[in-house]
Structures are given as C-alpha cells and as structure tokens.
C-alpha cells in the first residue's frame, strides 16, 4: 500500500524558514507528478508548487521566488522549501501526486502538516 508522509511543519516566526518533506513508500514503481497544497481555516485548499517527473516546475504567484520545490527520485520523496514566510503562509500543508504500484496508477495524498507562521 503506497502512503505519502509529510513532514517539516511547525511554528516559525515571520521571514524565518521551514522545509517540509513528503516521503513515498510502499511497493512503489514510479512517481509522477507531484504537487504540495495548503487549506488555511475558512479557505479551499490551493495548490501551492508542482513538479513533474522530469523536474519541471510551477508556482502560485503569491509563492513565487519564497518557495522552492524539488524532488530526490532516489528516495521517493519530495520537498518544499519555504522562505521569508508571511502570516498569511499558516495553513495544513499537503502532499499530493501521481504514483504508480501493484495497485495502478493512483493520486495520493499525505494527512498533512501544519505550518505556523506567527510572532
């Protein structure tokens, strides 16, 4: 059973840092495109940065040249450095992507990982 685990969260003041993770395991075949997403209290999930298999990438523009996603193959896992954060970056962060098993190709998600950002 293929899971997404993130990790990485927690409380930052304004303009620190956090780099958060999302780890796939399971008898995984491939990975495809990957994405992170936050909900913040009220709002409809966003998506926040995504990245292909080949390395291609793309920002929500209130995010751009903070935030910097990236992806390890080797270790199946994806990440999402975040910089100069803002109050208005607090939400649950998630992990999302395309992964392929003995199960097909399915979307997956992570249970989430919160991100403070508050003095």
């Known amino acids: 059973q293929v899971q997404l685990v993130e990790s990485g969260g927690g409380l930052v003041q304004p303009g620190g840092s956090l780099r958060l993770s999302c780890a796939a395991s399971?008898?995984?075949?491939?990975?495809?495109?990957m994405a992170w997403y936050r909900q913040a209290p009220g709002k409809q999930r966003e998506l926040v940065a995504a990245?292909?298999?080949?390395?291609?990438?793309n920002y929500a523009d209130s995010v751009k040249g903070r935030f910097t996603i990236s992806r390890d193959n080797a270790k199946n896992t994806v990440y999402l450095q975040m910089n100069s954060l803002k109050p208005e970056d607090t939400a649950v962060y998630y992990c999302?992507?395309?992964?392929?098993?003995?199960?097909?190709?399915?979307?997956?998600w992570g249970q989430g990982t919160q991100v403070t950002v508050s003095s």
């Open positions: 999302n992507g395309g992964v392929s098993s003995y199960s097909g190709l399915r979307n997956y």
């Open positions: 399971g008898s995984i075949f491939s990975i495809y495109d």
């Open positions: 990245i292909n298999s080949g390395g291609r990438t």
